[in-house]
Structures are given as structure tokens and as C-alpha cells.
């Protein structure tokens, strides 16, 4: 017979399943508490399992349908706490984008019903059920509209033991350590369970621990090939928070000229190295400096004042009518240019909106966005020669642009294409005074630790600097300042086992909760057939 009591969730229980997931969500930036996404993930283990016991025909008394409720709810939470930034774009797009993802959640709470019904080991449970946490993760960064890969709980270890694993198993790797240790973390409080079971837990969980330090140490960063001396600016921007953050239009290209001024000065008393080149953040020009005179002036200014090539990052008109790219602009002393990058991942609802033709006349507030961005096709390294006149010595340059920091698969074909050195643009203007500069920093510094390559960041207004290859920064600036300042950073060639085995690792383990997910729907829909038949 069925016990409705212990078959589905009561209201305590899903208001439980919401504060367990605001904790977890303390575990990212700003807070940064990072020991805290094991205490929750364990506890919405337990909350997912709570009463359960065989019923009289052997199947599992926790139905599928609890176990989503439940992760659902703790996605809710999650997302509350964590990406309460989003707001900033419009209080509209909260509620929709919080459910959506959370479906994620929710799906990690049906996996470890699943894990429950075909293994009453409580350390293959744990490993089956970190699988869905990579399912999740797997799929939020593709589904619905390209995805929305923010939230991995790789991010949240930077200043944490497991970060030593970033190199040898990257970001999908350490999100499924993270996981893992969450239930060997149940494990361990369950006095229940074999005494040796609750050890075997707390010696692997001192394993992973233990190894991350040693492998973080033993695997280094490539061998250098040289230094170049990299010109940061960041201009800051005229606007609040949100969409206007931009100001008056060129406003934000003339405090970029400015602060290249003060870039060059800092060189040429001596308190800076000289730059190779200066690098200016994503949206640096928000009119096309290619068709816009007044822009394309600014930008030539700023060259003839450093004497120097200028990466630029520019918005730019077309490919199309009523489309616009950004991009990383390769800019030399006499206007032209010789390399262009353009984004490739873009922000659904922020760059460009899915569905458009048939959402504009239903929510003409969509129409804030502007012309349609359009995805780049190639990876993002730029050939180019330094030297105000492009003949210098020649140089392969690793862009990533902002928002595409949280894919594995641009991130790493920066490296797998050849890049000696990395540098991030990113325009944060919209999100000032939020968590969400220092959730893409985090983002930046896991990325650093998982290449071993030093990063260089510029942004329009906040939080700019060098990110070493061990994940520590140096220069970092306050947000909503102006700032300017040359680092000196080595070449490198070579990629970690990160490149390869990180992906693979979220693959193998996306499959495994698959094929458990599939294989428990059709155990539940067997048993229905029998009850019935």
C-alpha cells in the first residue's frame, strides 16, 4: 500500500529545500563561503531520502516525483541568493530565468531518488548522484538558448583545497569532487551506517582534499616563451547600474583615451613598464569605429598618444540589417586594422533575443536590447604583430569575452589554438554594485588555475587586473574607479590534462545519470503496469 506521508513533501520540507539552497548559493561571490555548498548539497541529500524504507514489493518508497520537487525548490533558493543580480536588467527577468534553471536542481533531486532504488551502498550513491550534478551543469550550459553555465560549483572552490584538481580535471572535474565530497559528507553524519563505511567516507574525502594541494603543486604552468608587457585600461563608465550604465553615447570611448594617457604617463616617469600594447575592454566604443568618424577619431587619438596597437573592444555594426557583433578589434597607429575576434557565446535576453519575431510584439520591452547580436564562428585567437606599425615581433593573443568565461569549449580552444598569452574583456557597467564582477572574477581566477596561464583583465568599470597561473591576483581594481596599469606577463606554450579530461569527465558522468534516470522511469513505469495489471 502507498503511505502518502512519506511519499511526498510536506510544506516544512520544501521551505527546508529553499534555505538549503540560499546556503549553498553563499558558497559563490560575493560572499564566497565556499565551505558551505557541502553541508547543503549533503542536507538536500538527506531532505530528498528522508523516511525512506522498502515497501512491501521491494521498490524504493521515495517516489521520482519528490526528488524534483525537492532539488526544484532547491534550485529556487539557490538562484535567489546567488543571481539576485539579474534584477539589474529588470525585475521581469527574475522569475522566469529562477525557474527555468532550477529545473537543473530538480533534476539532481530525481537522480538521487534514482541512485536510491538501484544501490543501497551510501558511497555509490554518493558518486551516482554527484553524476547528475554534472548532468545539470551539462545541460544548463547548452539548454534553453545556448545555456546559461554561471553556476558550477567549480567556481566556488578558487580559495579552497580542491582548487590543486582545477589543472588535471578542470572545472566539469572539480564541480564532481564537490559534489562527491557533499556525500561522503552524509555519509560521515549517518550514525547509523557500518563504522567502516563512515571511515572509508572520511578517508577519501582526506584524499581529495589532501591531493588537490599536491597536484595543484606538481603540475606547473607551460613553458615560457618570452614576456610582453600589457597596457590595462580601464575607463570606467558615466551611467548607474543597469541598462543605461553606458552614459551618453562615446562617453565611455573618451574615458578609455583618457585613462590611455594616463597609462602612457605612468610609463614614462618610470613607474610602469612600457607597454606592447594596450588592452581596452569589451564595449570600450559602443558606436562601430569603423563607420562612426566621431568613435573612429577617439581611437585614433589613443593610438597616436601611446604609439602603440590598441586590442579594442568594439560594437559593431552587422553582419546584417538591425545586427551588431562585438568584437576584438587588432588597432595600429594608422587606423587600420589586422585581426578581429568576435564573441561567440552570447547573453540570451541581454545581446540578443531568442525567438524574436514572435516575442517583440508580446513584450515590447525587449525592444531595450537593440539590434540583434550575432555569434562569431572562430576561436578566439587573434595573429597579430606588435609595434605601432604591426611590423614587430609576432604574437598569438587568446581573447575571451566576458559571458563566455563559464564555456569550457571557447575557454580552451584559446590554448588548443596556440595562444602564448590570454586576456579577458568584459564590460560589468550594467552590474555595478552587485555580486555579479566578482562571481565573473572567481569565474577568471578557476579558469587561470585550470590553462596554468597568467590572465589579463580589463573591464569597463570594476575589477580588472592580472590573474597569476596559481589563481592569485595582482593589481585588481575597485569598482566604479578609472584605471591604468602596465603588467608584465610571460608567454607560454603547452596545455594542462585539464583541456582533455575536465570535458570528458562531464560527459562520462552526464551519461551515467542519464542511463540512471532512464533506467528508473522505467523500473517506476513497469511497477505502475504491474499494480494495474
Same mark, same amino acid.
Given at each position: 500500500?502507498?503511505?502518502?506521508?512519506?511519499?511526498?513533501?510536506?510544506?516544512?520540507e520544501?521551505a527546508l529545500?529553499?534555505?538549503?539552497?540560499?546556503?549553498?548559493?553563499?558558497?559563490w561571490?560575493?560572499t564566497?563561503?565556499?565551505?558551505?555548498?557541502?553541508?547543503?548539497?549533503?542536507?538536500l541529500g538527506w &531532505?530528498?531520502?528522508?523516511?525512506?524504507?522498502?515497501?512491501?514489493?521491494?521498490?524504493?518508497?521515495?517516489?521520482?516525483?519528490?526528488?524534483f520537487?525537492?532539488?526544484?525548490?532547491?534550485?529556487l533558493?539557490?538562484?535567489l541568493?546567488?543571481?539576485?543580480?539579474?534584477?539589474?536588467i529588470?525585475?521581469?527577468?527574475?522569475?522566469?530565468?529562477l525557474?527555468?534553471?532550477a529545473?537543473w536542481?530538480?533534476?539532481?533531486?530525481?537522480?538521487?531518488?534514482?541512485a536510491?532504488r538501484?544501490?543501497?551502498?551510501?558511497?555509490?550513491?554518493a558518486?551516482l548522484?554527484a553524476c547528475g550534478?554534472?548532468?545539470?551543469?551539462?545541460?544548463?550550459?547548452?539548454?534553453?538558448?545556448?545555456?546559461?553555465?554561471w553556476?558550477?560549483l567549480?567556481?566556488?572552490?578558487?580559495?579552497?583545497?580542491?582548487?590543486?584538481?582545477?589543472?588535471?580535471?578542470g572545472?566539469?572535474?572539480?564541480?564532481?569532487?564537490?559534489?562527491?565530497?557533499?556525500?561522503?559528507?552524509?555519509?560521515?553524519?549517518?550514525p547509523?551506517?557500518?563504522?567502516?563505511?563512515?571511515?572509508?567516507a572520511l578517508? &577519501?574525502?582526506?584524499?581529495?582534499?589532501?591531493?588537490g594541494?599536491?597536484v595543484?603543486?606538481?603540475?606547473?604552468?607551460?613553458?615560457?616563451?618570452?614576456?610582453v608587457?600589457v597596457g590595462m585600461?580601464q575607463?570606467?563608465?558615466d551611467?548607474?547600474?543597469?541598462?543605461?550604465?553606458?552614459?551618453?553615447?562615446?562617453?565611455?570611448t573618451q574615458?578609455?583615451?583618457?585613462?590611455?594617457?594616463t597609462?602612457m604617463?605612468?610609463?614614462r616617469?618610470?613607474?610602469?613598464p612600457?607597454?606592447?600594447?594596450? &588592452?581596452?575592454?569589451?564595449?570600450?566604443?559602443?558606436?562601430?569605429p569603423?563607420?562612426?568618424?566621431?568613435t573612429?577619431?577617439?581611437?585614433?587619438?589613443?593610438?597616436a598618444i601611446?604609439a602603440?596597437?590598441?586590442?579594442?573592444?568594439?560594437?559593431?555594426?552587422?553582419?546584417?540589417a538591425?545586427?551588431r557583433?562585438?568584437?576584438?578589434?587588432?588597432?595600429?597607429?594608422?587606423?587600420?586594422t589586422?585581426?578581429?575576434?568576435?564573441?561567440?557565446?552570447?547573453v540570451?535576453?541581454?545581446?540578443?533575443?531568442?525567438?524574436?519575431a514572435q516575442l517583440?510584439p508580446?513584450?515590447p520591452?525587449?525592444?531595450?536590447?537593440?539590434a540583434q547580436?550575432?555569434?562569431g564562428?572562430?576561436?578566439?585567437v587573434?595573429?597579430?604583430r606588435?609595434?605601432?606599425?604591426?611590423?614587430?615581433?609576432e604574437?598569438?593573443?587568446?581573447?575571451?569575452?566576458c559571458?563566455? &568565461?563559464?564555456w569550457d569549449?571557447t575557454?580552451h580552444?584559446?590554448?588548443?589554438?596556440?595562444?602564448?598569452?590570454?586576456?579577458?574583456q568584459?564590460?560589468?557597467?550594467?552590474?555595478?554594485?552587485?555580486?555579479?564582477?566578482?562571481?565573473q572574477?572567481?569565474?577568471?581566477?578557476?579558469?587561470a588555475?585550470?590553462l596554468r596561464?597568467?590572465i589579463?583583465?580589463?573591464?569597463?568599470?570594476?575589477?580588472s587586473?592580472?590573474?597569476?597561473?596559481d589563481?592569485s591576483?595582482?593589481?585588481?581594481?575597485?569598482?566604479?574607479?578609472?584605471?591604468?596599469?602596465?603588467f608584465?606577463?610571460?608567454?607560454?606554450e603547452g596545455r594542462?590534462?585539464?583541456v582533455?579530461t575536465g570535458?570528458?569527465?562531464?560527459l562520462?558522468a552526464?551519461?551515467?545519470a542519464v542511463a540512471l534516470?532512464?533506467?528508473?522511469?522505467?523500473r517506476?513505469?513497469?511497477?505502475?503496469?504491474?499494480r494495474?495489471?
Open positions: 500500500m502507498r503511505r502518502p506521508a512519506e511519499r511526498s513533501a510536506s510544506w516544512g520544501r529545500a529553499l534555505l538549503l539552497g540560499g546556503l549553498a548559493g553563499l558558497a561571490q560575493p564566497a563561503l565556499w565551505q558551505l555548498v557541502f553541508p547543503a548539497l549533503a542536507a &531532505l530528498v531520502l528522508r523516511g525512506e524504507h522498502a515497501s512491501a514489493d521491494g521498490a524504493r518508497a521515495v517516489p521520482l516525483r519528490r526528488g520537487s525537492l532539488g526544484w525548490i532547491f534550485g533558493g539557490l538562484g541568493v546567488s543571481l539576485s543580480w539579474v534584477a539589474v529588470g525585475w521581469y527577468v527574475v522569475p522566469p530565468l525557474c527555468l534553471m529545473l536542481q530538480g533534476l539532481v533531486g530525481l537522480v538521487s531518488v534514482a536510491a538501484f544501490t543501497r551502498s551510501p558511497l555509490a550513491r558518486a548522484v550534478w554534472s548532468l545539470a551543469e551539462f545541460g544548463a550550459s547548452r539548454i534553453p538558448f545556448g545555456g546559461f553555465g553556476m558550477r567549480g567556481y566556488t572552490q578558487v580559495d579552497s583545497p580542491l582548487a590543486g584538481w582545477l589543472p588535471l580535471l572545472v566539469g572535474g572539480v564541480s564532481w569532487l564537490v559534489a562527491l565530497c557533499s556525500g561522503l559528507l552524509l555519509v560521515l553524519l549517518q547509523a551506517l557500518a563504522r567502516a563505511q563512515r571511515l572509508l578517508g &577519501l574525502v582526506m584524499v581529495l582534499l589532501l591531493g594541494a599536491l595543484g603543486r606538481a603540475i606547473g604552468p607551460g613553458r615560457a616563451t618570452g614576456t608587457n585600461v575607463g570606467n563608465v551611467g548607474s547600474a543597469g541598462p543605461e550604465a553606458m552614459g551618453y553615447a562615446r562617453s565611455v574615458n578609455h583615451v583618457s585613462q590611455t594617457v597609462l604617463a605612468r610609463a616617469t618610470g613607474i610602469d612600457v607597454p606592447d600594447f594596450v &588592452l581596452w575592454p569589451e564595449n570600450s566604443t559602443d558606436i562601430d569603423t563607420r562612426d568618424a566621431q573612429r577619431d577617439l581611437v585614433r587619438r589613443a593610438s601611446s602603440l596597437p590598441i586590442l579594442v573592444g568594439a560594437v559593431m555594426e552587422g553582419p546584417g538591425d545586427e557583433q562585438t568584437s576584438a578589434l587588432w588597432w595600429l597607429a594608422d587606423g587600420t589586422t585581426a578581429r575576434y568576435d564573441k561567440r557565446n552570447l540570451p535576453f541581454g545581446e540578443w533575443i531568442p525567438l524574436r517583440l508580446v513584450l520591452v525587449l525592444e531595450q536590447v537593440g547580436s550575432v555569434p564562428t572562430g576561436p578566439g587573434l595573429d597579430v606588435l609595434g605601432a606599425d604591426g611590423r614587430g615581433r604574437l598569438r593573443i587568446g581573447d575571451i569575452i559571458f563566455e &568565461l563559464a569549449r575557454v580552444e584559446t590554448v588548443t589554438n596556440g595562444a602564448q598569452l590570454l586576456v579577458v568584459s564590460n560589468n557597467g550594467t552590474y555595478t554594485g552587485t555580486g555579479q564582477p566578482q562571481q572574477f572567481a569565474i577568471t581566477r578557476a579558469r588555475m585550470e596561464r597568467e589579463v583583465v580589463s573591464t569597463t568599470n570594476s575589477l587586473g592580472l590573474v597569476h597561473a589563481g591576483v595582482s593589481g585588481a581594481t575597485r569598482e566604479g574607479t578609472a584605471a591604468a596599469q602596465t608584465t606577463v610571460p608567454t607560454r594542462t590534462p585539464a582533455q570535458p570528458a569527465i562531464e562520462v552526464s551519461l551515467a534516470v532512464v533506467l528508473a522511469l522505467a517506476a513505469a513497469a511497477g505502475r503496469t504491474r494495474t495489471g
